[in-house]
C-alpha cells in the first residue's frame, strides 16, 4: 500500500471517553505501525475536556502503555505517531464550535475522512449536521455510528433518518465489534471454502445451535445506562443476532459489502416471532443478584452504585429462536447472554445429530453427538469434538470424546484486535462486516414484539445468584426441548 492510499484523517468524536482510549487509539496505533495509516494522516481527538496538545498526547501515551499487548509500545515509534495527534475542545451540541474542525481539516479535501461517532447516539444527528454545516463532508467522507442506534425500531429510525439527512447509506459504518474478531470472520471460511461442512450445514445433520456470549463483570460505573437498555436491547439486538446470521445465513454470491448482507437480512427476515402465547415458554428474563466471582464477593444488580430499587431491568436473557426456511426447519437456535456469569467467555456450538444405531457395546461408554465448538473469547478457536477410541487394550472397544483443533493463534505473534480490522475497513470503503440500515431494522422489529409482550403481560425478572449461569428457568428452557446447555 503506498502512501496515497492510506492517507487518510480520523476524527474521534468522544475522543477522550473509555472506548477511544482502551480501543480506538491502540487500534490506529498498531495500523500506523503496521503501514495502514499514513504518516502525513491526521488522528484528531474532538471532546469537551479542555486540554492542551501536549497534554493530550501525554494522555494517549499513558493509555497506550496501558492497554496495548504484549509490551508492543515503543517509545521512539511513539515520538512519530504522536505527530499524527491533534486535539481540539467542542462542545458538541454548538454547530458553531465546528468552525475549529473546519480551520484544520480545510487543506485538503481530496483526503478520506473518517468520522467515528464514539458518542451517545443522541448526538449523531447533530454532530452530521454540523459537519455538513462547515462543509466538512465530501465523497470520501465516512461516518462510523457506534451501538446502541435507538431502544426500539422507532427511535432506530429517527436516529437513521438524521444521518442519512447528510450521509449516503453507502458511506455510514454501523459498527458491531463482535463481527471484527477474527474467528467470526472465519466463520465465513470455514463454511464457504470447505466442501466437508457444506453438505452437513442444514437440518439434515444438524440437531440445534446455541450461541452463549457471558461476562463476568456487573453493569459497574454504566447503571443508569444499563438500567434504560437492558440485556436484549444491549446483547440480543445486535451481538447475538449477527452471530445467529453468520451461522444460518445462505451462501453469498461474493464477498462484496451488500452480497454478504442480503442473505445476513434474509436470515433476520426468516425469524419466527415469538408471539404472546409462547413469550413464557420461549424467553427468560433474569437479573444477578449478590454472589461470588473468582472467590470474590460481589453485590446484586440492585445493590450496585446508583441503583434504583425494585427495577425489572434484565442482566440476563435466554431464548429459543427459530428461523422459518427450508435449511433450518426444525432446527432450534438457544442464545443466551448475561452480566456476572460464572466466568467470561462467548462461544457457538453447532451439535449435530446423533448417530442413528450405535454398534459398540453397552460397556464401551455413551456415543456423544459430535459438535463443532466456535470460541471468540477469552481465547478465539474452532473445535470439533468426534468419537474415538481409547487407546490400549481393553474388554470390548472403549469410546471417549476428543477434540479436533481447527484453528488457533497459537502460532500468530499478535492477533489484530476486532477494531484494527474494522477501522481498517473503513479505510479501505469495505462495508462487509458492517450493519446496513435494512438490517439494523429487521433486528429491532424481531426485537421490539418480544419487549411488548414482557410489557404487556408484566414477566418479571428471575433473580440468579452471580457466578452462576443463570436462572434456574433458563435451563428449563432447553431441557423442556430434550436438549442441555453445553458447558465444558
Known sequence: MNEKEN?????IFGGHG????????????HLYLDGYISKQSRIVTVSRRQIDLE???KLIKENLKKYLKNDLFNEEIFKEFSKQLHCLTIDLTKTEDYKKLSKLLNTDNTRNTINYLATAPSLFGTICKSLKKWDLITKNTRVVLEKPIGRDLESSKVINDEVAEVFEESNIYRIDHYLGKDTVQNILAMRFSNALFMPLWSSRSIDHVQITVGESVGVESRWSYYDDAGALRDMVQNHLLQLLCLIAMEPPCNLEGDSVRDEKLKVLRSLRPITATDIKQKTVRGQYKEGAIEGKSVVGYLEEEGCKPNSQ???FVALRVDIDNWRWSGVPFYLRTGKRMAKRY???VIQFKEVPHSIFPKGGG???PNRLIIRLQPQES???KIMNKIPGHTDGMRLRTVGLELSTSQNNPRTPDAYEYLLLDVIRSNPTLFMRRDEIEAAWRWCDQILHHWQGQNIKVKPYTAGTFGPSSSIALIERDGRSWYEE
Open 7 to 11: 492517507l487518510c484523517d480520523i476524527i
Open 18 to 29: 473509555d472506548l477511544a482510549l482502551r480501543k480506538l487509539m491502540p487500534a490506529c496505533y
Open 55 to 57: 497534554d493530550h498526547k
Open 313 to 315: 431491568t434484565e442482566t
Open 346 to 348: 462467548s462461544e457457538i
Open 366 to 368: 455413551c456415543l456423544e
Open 382 to 384: 474452532i473445535e470439533l
